[in-house]
């Protein structure tokens, strides 16, 4: 099973949006709507921030949003903040029954 | 509150094994599956295994399938990795996290695995 495909980095200035992309194939991301986002800060562990595909847990800023179309689904952040600066991961759930991670984007806000 | 507390990690030699443990607290273990995730250092996700809620269906990622075994105590609230034949590459913390239906909501702090000679 091959990683989904992520940009390695992204940066922005507060304030403005930034979009990470998530490619898989029509094995998971395109097949399924259970594609999961995750900010991760250094030394803590992953946090979910967006659960099949577009919905957010309860806590979770309204400036995180998700999105699908095909195999490829996406992350945008606005209003970007010094806390959004982390990694992040995106999953799907596969036709095996497994679970996939992207390899992580680093943003970076400026 | 949802809490995950793995224990177990530590240094083994190559080939070796090596258990993993993980409590769970602040909800109804019988009731969710359970993943495994490790990192390795420096480096990103990746998914290890699931085992669903009664413990009879389990899944495993393609680089631990046949070494590793995921299993669960639902009587003690504990999720277990049986890591069998261990590789340099095998080195990483290791999460014990609650499966939702399609992603991951609840994540323990992690054990770290090094396999080294």
């Known amino acids: 099973q091959s990683a989904l495909t992520q940009p390695a980095s992204v940066s922005g200035s507060p304030g403005q949006s930034i979009t990470i992309s998530c490619t898989g194939t029509?094995?998971?991301?395109?097949?399924?709507?259970?594609v999961s986002w995750y900010q991760q800060h250094p030394g803590k562990a992953p946090k979910l921030i967006i659960y099949d595909v577009s919905n957010r847990p309860s806590g979770v800023s309204n400036r995180f949003s998700g999105s699908k179309s095909g195999n490829t689904a996406s992350l945008t952040i606005s209003g970007l903040q010094a806390e959004d600066e982390a990694d992040y991961y995106c999953s799907s759930y596969t036709s095996r029954s497994t679970v996939v991670f992207g390899g992580g984007t680093k943003l970076t806000v400026l | 509150q949802v809490q995950l507390v793995e224990s177990g990690g530590g240094v083994v030699q190559p080939g070796r094994s090596l258990r993993l443990s993980c409590v769970a607290s602040g909800f109804t273990f019988s009731r969710f599956g359970m993943h495994w995730v490790r990192q390795a250092p420096g480096k990103g996700l990746e998914w290890v295994a699931i085992?669903?809620?009664?413990?009879?269906?389990?899944y495993y990622g393609d680089s631990v399938k046949g070494r590793f075994t995921i299993s669960r105590d639902n009587s003690k609230n504990t999720l277990f990795l049986q890591m069998n034949s261990l590789r340099a590459e095998d080195t990483a913390l290791y999460y014990c996290?609650?499966?939702?239906?399609?992603?991951?909501?609840?994540w323990g702090q992690g054990t770290l695995v090094t396999v080294s000679s």
């Open positions: 029509s094995s998971d991301v395109g097949g399924y709507n259970y």
């Open positions: 996290a609650r499966a939702g239906d399609g992603y991951i909501d609840y």
């Open positions: 085992v669903w809620y009664d413990g009879n269906n389990k």
